[in-house]
């Protein structure tokens, strides 16, 4: 059989709860292992950094191997290995970069300390083909609200707006501990807004006509919670549904909104939306809708690859190697707070 010409690239993703291990030779998905801690992190009511550093290191050897039998090669066949080096919780990076130094330096392969943002860019490749030059991304998970013009995702990522306090993640978390939905909050909101009404509570719109690209989401969380804590005040139920739809509307319409507004004012005819949010069904569906009334062309990857997860690292390691980048060398560190304009260390 006469191999691929592009290369084969695993890549290891530890920024949080998820120990991920993808492969991709090219934009060909090969595999996909994830190892997730959500669960002992659900009885604190978020991702505790100790706890999830340790599962890394206990779940990190057995996703590997779990990745290589999925895409039916071995160990020895990797042409590079990526890893996210940041930004993300310090423990948890480290043990992804640990690990990928180790395989590196014991197969004499190059390494790539890649952006975790980033990465959930150049995902979307793994889907539908090669990225437009340019595009507007916007990302939206636990940690991040973020737009981004993209010329080119391997080398020029720039930051046009982000969020002033809560992610958009962060606030369907809170909001969820308010209203005793448990812990992660997103796809139990989502599952909840579906027999809710999204007009039900006017609930505020964050930074919504300020002329700028950034997100603020901690004043509607306290909305959220100060109404709720009306009602049960008052002795009166709470409306879980309308409530949750409610403030899932408030959420995605601020989202889409100043996308389409970067795009416009940016002359840009592509967004892609990534990140965990993004998994969002009404977010997609307000994205498609909105997108399509512009004249935009919406690229959103499947709910599984939105997620963080080691094939986004595997892609952009791919694109890089792709690009003749020179790799990062064994000394390249965890950095917890690299900027998005740092494609790769």
């Known amino acids: 059989m006469i191999r691929d010409s ?26 996909d292992a994830i190892a997730s801690s959500v669960d002992q992190h659900a009885r604190f009511g978020g991702v505790v950094p100790e706890v999830a550093s340790r599962a890394h290191l206990e779940a990190m050897t057995a996703t590997v191997d779990r990745a290589l039998a ?9 042409d590079a290995f990526a890893v996210t080096a940041g930004p993300g919780l310090p423990g948890a990076l480290m043990v992804g970069v640990a690990a990928a130094k180790a395989y590196a330096l014991a197969l004499g392969k190059p390494l790539y300390g890649v952006n975790h943002l980033a990465a959930h860019v150049c995902v979307d490749q793994l889907e539908h083909g090669p990225l437009p030059k340019p595009c507007v991304a916007l990302l939206v998970s636990g940690g991040h609200s973020s ?16 969020t002033v306090d809560d992610a958009a993640g962060e606030a369907f978390d809170k909001v969820a ?7 992660p909050g997103g796809p139990v909101i989502d599952r909840m807004a579906r027999d809710g009404d999204p007009a039900a509570i006017p609930f505020p719109r964050g930074k919504y006509n300020d002329g700028t690209y950034d997100f603020s989401f901690s004043g509607l969380k306290t909305a959220v919670a100060r109404w709720v804590e009306a009602r049960e005040r008052a002795g ?13 509307e408030a959420v995605v319409d601020v989202l889409t909104r100043k996308a389409l507004k970067v795009c416009k004012d940016n002359g840009v005819r592509d967004l892609l939306i990534g990140g965990g949010v993004a998994a969002n069904s009404r977010l997609r569906a307000l994205a498609a809708e909105r997108c399509e009334a512009a004249g935009v062309r919406l690229r959103v990857p499947r709910p599984k690859l939105c997620t963080d997860n080691g094939a986004m690292v595997a892609a952009l390691g791919a694109e890089l190697v792709a690009s003749g980048l020179a790799p990062s060398g064994l000394d390249v560190p965890a950095d917890s707070s690299l900027p998005i304009q740092t494609v790769a260390l």
Not at 6 to 31: F, K, N, Y
Not at 147 to 156: R, Y
Not at 177 to 183: E, Y
Request: aromatic share 2%; with cysteine.
């Open 177 to 183: 501990r308010v209203l005793d939905l448990g812990f």
């Open 147 to 162: 737009l981004l013009l993209v010329p080119d995702v391997a080398s020029d990522v720039r930051s046009l707006g982000g």
């Open 70 to 78: 999925e895409a039916g090669v071995a160990l020895r066949d990797v």
């Open 6 to 31: 592009a290369p084969l690239v695993l890549g290891i993703e530890t920024s949080c709860d998820e120990t991920g291990v993808g492969i991709v030779r090219g934009h060909t998905l090969l595999a």
């Open 236 to 248: 009166e139920p709470v409306p879980v549904a309308d409530v949750s739809a409610s403030f899932q």
